[in-house]
């Protein structure tokens, strides 16, 4: 049969793939995940995309981003500054974190996405293509441009009323970069890569509850049970998450401990004059409120308090409702999991909210601002949900509903 025989990502469904119109997308019977889509000279567009990305990304961290001017004293500031302020303050992990997830993963993926293209591009299927393209693929939901942007603007706001805030040519390269970025992802569509590989999978034989791998990684599909590697893209292939249940419960309840103390402690001090005044997630919340900001202290709220807290319940119900092989809702369940998935990271808008203002307001007697040992307990807080959002196999949520069907 010259039919090709997809997996679906998230619930395992097998579907034929058929030929569709120009700009459509295909999604899964079952549980509506994006299977793959139709766009003419993808390729060109996402390497033209790309390759934007990445002069913009330069611009990005060559110019200067921010400054801040207070009766004749400016502060200037580029894009690495927060990370940096951060590690000069003592806060070694957190300016790390901030480092990475607004410069180095971003510039993985850039990178990687581009070596990539430019083999498929000329017909070639790339060397260790395995290996980059699951480093990009790993990297991707930890490149968090956007929540950056948002913790920049949240500062210029804040900012507004204690000194001059002055924009560099930088910040406006990053704000078309977040476009372009994010455009570019949706552009490539990983079949075009794999197809060129020399290894197909072989023929799969359909029967009532037959046993099929699927290759996270390249979608390739086997019977053999046996398995352990993908022959094409070298990947480990199981035939679900290894210990997913036990490793999301633990990666939770670590969560749920450190939830208390990133609340109680400060995740930063105001120095105004000489005088200090910790305050909390929460009492920035307060501030902004009092500050008659309830755009802002909105968003802060949300983004601090109540996603992390709302992660933590969909996740503790998703795995009761797995555990107890509930039918309920398989479809609405999935569509809980991503949206996990994709509002948790937005949580680090706090972080780097700290690591501008602390990189920004340093204007020695007259203002200062530092990080509270409440935002590394804050951060640990969001690392590990979005850890235990991965550990978790939505597939789970399908076993219990149905037996293999194609469609
Ligand atoms: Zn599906
Ligand atoms: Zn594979």
């Known amino acids: 049969m010259s039919t090709k025989l997809i997996a679906c990502h998230e ?23 994006l299977l793959y889509r139709h766009v003419p000279g993808s390729i060109d567009i996402a390497l033209a995309l790309y390759l934007t990305a990445l ?18 004293r400016e502060v200037h500031n580029i894009l690495l500054s927060g990370g940096l302020a951060m590690y000069d303050m003592g806060m070694g992990e957190l300016g790390l974190l901030i480092f990475l997830t607004s410069i180095i993963f971003p510039a993985t ?7 990539l293209l430019l083999f498929v591009r000329a017909g070639v299927f790339p060397p260790m293509a395995g290996p980059v393209y699951r480093l990009v693929n790993g990297l991707m939901p930890w490149s968090l441009l956007g929540v950056f942007m948002l ?39 990983p079949a075009e890569l794999w197809n060129l590989s020399p ?10 509850d037959a046993f099929c791998l699927n290759c996270h990684t390249c979608g390739y599909l086997s019977q053999d049970i046996s398995l352990h590697k993908c022959p094409r893209c ?43 005044e910790p305050s909390t997630i929460l009492g920035g919340v307060m501030k902004l409120i009092q500050a008659n900001m309830w755009g802002l202290a909105m968003i802060v709220f949300i983004a601090s308090i109540v996603v992390p807290i709302m992660k933590l319940l969909i996740l ?10 509930s039918k309920w809702r398989p479809r609405d369940r999935t569509q809980l999991y991503r949206i996990t998935e994709v509002v948790g990271a937005w949580s680090m808008v706090d972080i780097y909210l700290v690591g501008i203002l602390s990189a920004l307001v340093s204007l020695g007697s007259m203002s200062t601002i530092e990080p509270g040992i409440g935002a590394v307990y804050f951060a640990a807080v969001v690392v590990i949900t979005m850890f235990a959002a991965q550990s978790f196999d939505p597939r789970l949520i399908w076993d219990n509903v149905r037996i293999k069907q194609i469609e």
């Open 55 to 72: 002069i913009l990304f330069i611009i990005a961290n060559v110019f200067p981003f921010l400054a801040l001017e207070l009766g004749g």
């Open 199 to 208: 290894v197909k999978s072989p023929e799969i034989h359909l029967q009532e």
């Open 151 to 189: 913790g920049t603007l949240i500062s210029i706001v804040k900012l507004q009323d204690l000194a001059n805030v002055i924009f560099g040519p930088a910040i406006i390269a990053f704000a078309v970069l977040i476009f372009v970025y994010t455009f570019a992802r949706s552009r490539f569509h």
């Open 109 to 115: 993926v850039i990178l990687g996405m581009l070596y």
């Open 11 to 33: 619930c395992d469904a097998m579907h034929y793939q058929e030929s569709i119109p120009i700009g459509a997308k295909a999604l899964c019977r079952h549980c509506g995940y």
């Open 234 to 276: 070298t990947s480990p292939i199981h035939h679900r998450k290894t210990n997913s249940i036990e490793k999301t419960w633990a990666l939770l309840a670590a969560a749920t401990i450190l939830i208390l103390p990133a609340n109680l402690y400060p995740v930063m001090t105001v120095i105004r004059f000489g005088q200090g």
């Open 316 to 325: 503790i119900f998703l795995l009761i409702s797995v555990q107890k092989k």
